[in-house]
């Protein structure tokens, strides 16, 4: 439906220039085509026009709205229903620090309010160089290496005041600085881009993602009957499947279903046999 079927006024924005338009259109049909109903490449298009100035702006959202046949009254809901949609524009570096419970009670709070002081800007501002923005995060998703940093959405785990100063310290002068999870940092338009649906084009990019580390871990070794570190060798919690009929299995107890002797599935057959017999 068009804005003046539903009788909404337009978003009173101007349009990107005509350059702009031309190349941002071409993305935009890239992303569209990807989707059996276009409305369903609103999000990867916030994402596009976001990567384009840094925020979602009103000239974004009623470039979203043409391509997609919306009204700018729809696609403001859904830009700002997801905070990763920003409305002012980020730093090259977006800080956020998460204030959830968890990170909160070991140390967020403390390490969002220095860094705030120590950068001079408030939440969702942006120091006076542009390079770094800051935002308090409800849940980075990263308990388990509580208290969490996020720049441009790449993990830094186990943060301090100090440690967080520092950071924001060598972002500024330009010093390389590695995420302790993920690819190396791009600036935020870029990461942007990355997330509207097209491909990091740096070098060996992709393969620097990594996997879940040792804490994120632990749930599953232990439900595996692993050996945790620290624990003298002892197995914390047995295999789930020891004496359930799927593991292994001996002697005439029900769990093996009869006298076999195997494994998982294996034991299972083997002590059907060892009843028939």
């Not at 593991?247 to 093996?256: S, V």
Request: aromatic share 6%.
């Amino acid at each position: 439906m068009t804005n003046v079927e539903l009788g909404l006024p337009a978003l009173p924005a101007p349009p990107y220039p005509e350059e702009v338009r031309a190349r941002l259109a071409e993305d935009a049909a890239e992303l569209i085509g990807r989707y059996p109903q276009a409305r369903s490449a609103l999000l990867p298009l916030l994402h596009l026009v976001q990567a384009e100035e840094g925020f979602v702006s009103p000239t974004g959202i009623r470039f979203c709205a043409e391509q997609l046949d919306l009204t700018t009254a729809e696609v403001t809901a859904v830009a700002t229903f997801y905070t990763m949609y920003r409305r002012r524009p980020a730093g090259k570096y977006h800080v956020g620090v998460c204030t959830n419970t968890l990170c909160a009670v070991l140390g967020g709070d403390q390490i969002f309010a220095e860094l705030q002081e120590h950068l001079g800007v408030g939440n969702n501002e942006t120091t006076e160089d542009g390079e770094i923005s800051i935002e308090h995060i409800e849940c980075n998703a990263a308990c388990d290496y509580a208290p969490v940093v996020m720049v441009n959405w790449e993990f830094f785990d186990d943060q301090t005041p100090q440690s967080a100063r520092r950071l924001v310290d060598d972002l500024r002068a330009g010093r390389e600085v590695r995420p302790t999870r993920g690819a190396r940092l791009c600036g935020f338009k870029e990461t942007a881009r990355i997330l509207a649906g097209f491909p990091d084009e740096r070098p060996g990019a992709n393969d620097e993602s990594g996997a879940g580390g040792a804490p994120s871990l632990a749930g599953l070794r232990l439900a595996r009957g692993e050996v945790l570190p620290g624990t003298g060798g002892t197995k914390v919690v047995a295999p789930r499947h020891e004496g359930t009929g799927t593991g292994t299995g001996t002697g005439g107890g029900t769990e093996a279903h009869g006298t076999g002797t195997g494994t998982g599935s294996e034991a299972h057959g083997a002590g059907q046999e060892g009843t028939e017999a």
